[in-house]
């Protein structure tokens, strides 16, 4: 059983562009959460999906980020117009839905977003 | 609002020798508590869990951790550590019901020789 993937590992952008990170979650796992980590930091969660729908957004910066988890395919993390700030590792994380009150957390290897 | 404080960004100890890092958390409902491993240009395994029931908490490689609610405090410790050992340390807490965690700034572990 594969574990989380994401891709690309490393991305480079300039200033104004357009990045996408993907994450595949662990077969049979239907919920997806993305953490951002800035240099010299712990993470800091961002958004929690599970298929089609956004369960809870409230670390979502209000513009230029935007997060998906479609009925097929990848979660797709997107942030427009990216500006040297955005520059981080990016972890997926997913787990599956037991309808307990806690669902363990598996991590992908993350994405490194460089904004030049 | 929930918080997490590493009280130690680097720790640096010899092989063999015991090691404890620190973790002290601040919320106003009942929490999970978790450590987790992150090796160089990896993600966060995780190291152990606490949930409820007993206070210590015995996790992989030989980690353990004491939940202290009246200190609001969940340690980690081991023994003796092993060069393998070095890594960045993670604390986390989420909300008992709620599925976000909230991390620590990570604490750097370094093995000397």
């Known amino acids: 059983n594969a574990g989380v993937m994401q891709n690309p590992r490393h991305l480079v952008r300039r200033r104004g562009q357009e990045a996408r990170l993907r994450c595949s979650p662990m077969?049979?796992?239907?919920?997806v959460y993305w953490y951002r980590q800035l240099p010299e930091e712990g993470l800091k969660f961002m958004v929690y999906l599970q298929k089609e729908n956004i369960i809870d957004e409230s670390g979502m910066p209000k513009e230029r980020f935007s997060a998906e988890f479609p009925k097929e395919g990848p979660s797709i993390l997107r942030i427009q117009q990216v500006v040297r700030g955005d520059s981080a590792a990016y972890f997926c994380?997913?787990?599956?839905?037991?309808?307990?009150?806690?669902?363990?957390?598996?991590f992908g290897p993350g994405t490194r977003l460089t904004v030049l | 609002a929930q918080s997490v404080t590493q009280l130690d960004s680097q720790v640096p100890v010899f092989e063999e020798a015991p090691v404890e890092l620190r973790c002290n958390y601040s919320s106003s409902v009942s929490v999970y508590l978790f450590w987790y491993v992150q090796y160089p240009n990896q993600g966060l395994q995780l190291l152990l869990k606490?949930?409820?029931?007993?206070?210590l908490v015995k996790g992989i490689n030989g980690f353990e951790a004491e939940f202290n609610k009246s200190q609001t405090s969940f340690h980690l410790r081991k023994p003796s550590v092993h060069i393998s050992d070095t890594a960045e340390y993670f604390c986390a807490v989420s909300d008992q019901g709620a599925q976000k965690l909230v991390f620590g700034q990570g604490t750097r572990l370094t093995i000397n020789p």
């Open positions: 606490y949930l409820s029931g007993s206070t």
């Open positions: 994380a997913s787990s599956p839905f037991e309808g307990s009150s806690y669902n363990e957390q598996f």
């Open positions: 077969k049979g796992h239907s919920h």
